[in-house]
């Protein structure tokens, strides 16, 4: 009985030789027990056995010793080896919160909707040029020279993060950057050393200082885990790194560059990094507020009339139970395609959103199309049932951030 027989339409004797042939190499004792007699091998009319690579015929015991039953995807190790297991390696080094076991769904939705996970990153980004923006418009020159720019830096920086701060508690609530001028008038009038309150600046510095501290950063172990994925891929490709493969690596390679957008989402996520929980940036802010109003509202202890506050929600549960309606998502942004931003001698616009969401599309496109034409040239040649998943999870992520904005 051919081999054919034993697996139908199902048999690939290339893939069968190549298993055969890595076998003949991996195992030290597979000459003496597989090669010793003609059980497994046909033997030629020369007395040899057929088991080189040039001629290769086994018989009906060694068909179903070496090529199996048709089991199913009999190499099952090495694909997970060669870029499952480094995609999880990069999935589990996106930033998360290590408080509030509900922010993990923040996978799920990296996964589901990757387009609004990266328009996402890119807002808050953006955000905090803008912050850094308003920092240096809000401060008056002085002379230019070195000194006057170190001074002016470390101001602008200081603003910047304390806004930042506000930004990161109650984004989903600021619609316009005007909030933000509400904020460094109301609390010491920064930036305006003329009228500015010396005692409310030394609390907007040692704020910096505190959300700088509480942040993590998390950059050096991502790299690691992104050469681990990359030496995969490469390793796949390559026999000489890799050690050879036992089948055909197209669909496999085309797979991994298919989910290639995990590298630059995960360098995003950890550069931006986070804080150790929204909690501490919440005390560390509530802490601000509150020094600053006794010193630039002494007189007005009992009034609660323009003092800016963190969030309009009236009690802190409500505001941390309202986080998993909101998304659940460290960095997810429900607000983003509303936000407004305001320049000088403009008015408010907001093409720089939809600026940011073409560029949350590139990283999509580019390793979609190339695991398309990755699989188009792979054996078999051509249109294959691996395109239908690409295309179609790539409609399905073009769909899911659509019902996502809307």
């Known amino acids: 009985m051919p081999c054919e027989k034993l697996h139908l339409d199902r048999w690939d004797r290339p893939t069968c030789i190549a298993r055969i042939l890595a076998r003949q190499r991996k195992e030290p004792q597979f000459s003496e027990k597989y090669e010793s007699s003609d059980k497994y091998f046909q033997r030629l009319p020369n007395g040899s056995l057929a088991n080189t690579a040039t001629?290769?015929?086994v018989t009906l015991d060694g068909c179903a010793t070496f090529c199996g039953q048709g089991t199913w995807y009999w190499d099952a190790i090495p694909r997970l080896t060669t870029w499952i297991i480094p995609i999880v390696l990069l999935l589990s080094n996106i930033e998360l919160s290590p408080i509030d076991k509900h922010r993990f769904v923040t996978i799920i939705h990296t996964v589901g909707d990757p387009i609004d996970s990266f328009w996402s990153l890119l807002h808050k980004i953006y955000v905090w040029r803008r912050l850094h923006a308003m920092a240096v418009d809000r401060c008056e020159p002085r002379a230019e020279n070195q000194t006057w720019w170190t001074y002016a830096a470390l101001r602008w920086s200081v603003?910047?993060?304390?806004?930042?701060?506000f930004?990161?508690?109650?984004?989903?609530y600021i619609e316009t950057e005007l909030r933000y001028t509400m904020v460094l008038n109301q609390l010491g009038h920064?930036?305006?050393p003329s009228v500015q309150s010396g005692p409310a600046w030394q609390e907007w510095r040692q704020c910096a200082r505190r959300l700088a501290d509480a942040r993590t950063n998390e950059f050096l172990r991502t790299l690691l885990a992104i050469f681990v994925y990359i030496f995969s891929v490469v390793a796949a490709l390559d026999d000489d790194i890799g050690g050879g493969s036992t089948s055909r690596p197209g669909g496999r390679i085309g797979s991994a560059v298919f989910l290639m957008w995990l590298v630059p989402l995960a360098l995003f996520s950890n550069v931006i990094g986070t804080f150790t929980s929204r909690r501490t940036c919440l005390t560390i802010m509530r802490l601000f507020v509150q020094n600053s109003r006794g010193r630039v509202y002494h007189r007005q202890r009992h009034s609660s009339a323009d003092r800016p506050a963190l969030i309009p929600i009236p009690s802190w549960t409500e505001y941390f139970h309202s986080l998993h309606w909101l998304g659940a998502v460290y960095t997810y942004r429900p607000w983003k395609l509303g936000y407004r931003s305001v320049r000088r001698k403009s008015a408010a616009h907001y093409a720089s959103n939809w600026f940011l969401y073409l560029l949350s599309l590139f990283p999509i496109f580019v390793?979609?199309?190339?695991a398309f034409v990755i699989m188009w040239y792979a054996v078999p040649?051509?249109?294959s049932c691996r395109h239908i998943w690409v295309v179609g999870l790539t409609v399905a992520w073009l769909l899911s951030n659509l019902f996502t904005i809307w």
């Not at 603003?159 to 701060?165: C, E, P, S």
């Not at 390793?367 to 190339?370: N, R």
């Open 367 to 370: 390793s979609a199309v190339g």
């Open 381 to 383: 040649v051509g249109w």
């Open 167 to 172: 930004e990161e508690i109650s984004g989903a």
């Open 55 to 57: 001629q290769m015929t």
């Open 190 to 192: 920064i930036g305006h």
């Open 159 to 165: 603003i910047a993060t304390v806004l930042a701060g």
